[in-house]
Structure formats: structure tokens, C-alpha cells
């Protein structure tokens, strides 16, 4: 089975910090994906990136930035946490053609205090 | 740019009743994908069923099915003999064919499964 693993469940961050979230996908896949998740508005796509060192702004990347450096791994990163980055990241990876859908992580809940 | 719609916020249905998830969506291609993903309470996003737009026949995954009506832009998910593990999150997600693979979500749909 496809796995995509997010190294962290629960993150609690303070105001200010900078915030990595990594994530690792086993079965080759060319695209990445990470979205935040809030009650009431879905999923909304921050950034994804269809190769290596390759990345593309979603509908919502200031605040953030990512970092493809090998083709398994896709960083998630906050320059300064700010209390509205709370929330649920999910990071998901295709093949190039998508029809077979994604196949997502289990989620990152982080929390900026 | 693509949007879809989820008019049910929440929903409940009794154990083995039948349900209906409405979703709708808006785009001015002729050529895309539909989904529907499911994320139970533990969080873990699983692909419930898919459809292809250019295929008039509806898809069918054993209890689960969709009425797809592309006139009207339309995307329900049926859940026949709901079950209790049938409780989570629903999501409808829209893909285009020149859309770098990029999924659209809907705002979701809770389903509660009442036994």
C-alpha cells in the first residue's frame, strides 16, 4: 500500500516560531500536495509541487513556503507562526496522471500559541 | 476557477437507511474528475468513488454510488445500508484536466450513522 507519513500528529508551536512539517511518501509518486483543513471550508491547497526542487502556489501560500530537495520527501514550512495558521495540515501524493486520486497522511493538528 | 459546493453541513441517518450527499460544482470545462473522499474520526482521507465526466454511466462501489448530472453540475454520493463506520467527514473534490492535478474541495458533509 501507498503510504504518505506526516512526522508529526500534534504540534503545538509559539507565535513567532518557525514551523516545519515534513512529510514522506514510499511509492514514487511525481506530485505532492500539502492542504490546511478548517470547519466549514475543506480542504484549501497551500502549495504543491510536480517534481523535484519544483513547487507551485495553491490558493493559499502567504505565510508558508515548501522545499522539495528529493522526490519521497515535501516540507511544509511557517517563516513566523501566527495563531491563524491553527489548523489541520494534511499532506497528500499522486502519480502524474491523477485520476487515481491522492493518496493522503494522516494529518498534522498544529496549534500556535 | 473551479468551486464546489456542500449544502448539507451536517447529516444523520439511521443504521442500514439510505443517505444522500449533495454536491455541487462549478466549471467551464468539458473534460474533468469527481470524487468523493471519506475521513472518519481518524483523520486518515480514504477515496470512496470516482467518476469521469465524459462517462454517462454513473459509478457504482458496492454500498456507495453517485448520481452524476453533468447538465446541472451536480455530484450526489448514495450510501446504501448505512453502516456505523459509515460516520465521518465527507468531502466532493473536483480535478480538471488542465488543472496540474490539483483537487478542489468542497466544505464537507458530516454523516452521523445513528445505530
Known amino acids: 500500500d501507498v503510504k504518505v507519513t506526516q512526522s508529526s500528529r500534534y504540534l503545538v508551536k509559539r507565535t513567532g516560531e518557525k514551523v516545519f512539517l515534513e512529510c514522506v511518501q514510499d511509492?514514487?509518486?511525481?506530485?505532492m500536495f500539502w492542504y490546511r483543513q478548517d470547519p466549514g471550508l475543506g480542504l484549501r491547497l497551500i502549495y504543491f509541487s510536480y517534481d523535484v526542487k519544483m513547487k507551485e502556489k495553491g490558493d493559499i501560500p502567504e505565510g508558508y513556503s515548501v522545499s522539495r530537495e528529493k522526490k519521497e520527501r515535501f516540507s511544509l514550512i511557517l517563516e513566523s507562526a501566527s495563531t491563524n495558521q491553527t489548523s489541520m495540515y494534511l499532506c497528500?501524493?499522486?502519480?502524474?496522471?491523477?485520476?487515481?486520486?491522492?493518496?493522503f497522511g494522516s494529518g498534522t493538528r498544529l496549534t500556535v500559541v | 476557477a473551479q468551486t464546489v459546493t456542500q449544502s448539507q453541513p451536517e447529516m444523520s441517518v439511521q443504521e442500514a437507511e439510505t443517505v444522500t450527499l449533495s454536491c455541487t460544482y462549478d466549471t467551464s470545462e468539458n473534460n474533468y474528475y469527481l470524487f468523493w473522499y471519506k475521513q472518519p474520526p481518524s483523520r486518515q482521507m480514504i477515496l470512496v468513488i470516482r467518476?469521469?465526466?465524459?462517462?454517462?454511466q454513473n459509478a457504482t462501489e458496492n454500498r456507495f454510488s453517485v448520481n452524476f448530472q453533468k447538465a446541472a453540475k451536480s455530484f450526489s454520493l448514495k450510501i446504501s445500508d448505512s453502516q456505523l463506520g459509515d460516520t465521518a467527514m465527507y468531502f466532493c473534490a473536483f480535478m480538471g484536466n488542465n488543472a496540474g492535478n490539483m483537487l478542489t474541495f468542497g466544505g464537507g458533509t458530516r454523516l452521523m450513522v445513528k445505530p
Open positions: 497528500a501524493s499522486s502519480l502524474s496522471q491523477g485520476l487515481a486520486g491522492y493518496t
Open positions: 511509492m514514487d509518486h511525481e506530485n
Open positions: 467518476q469521469e465526466a465524459y462517462k454517462q
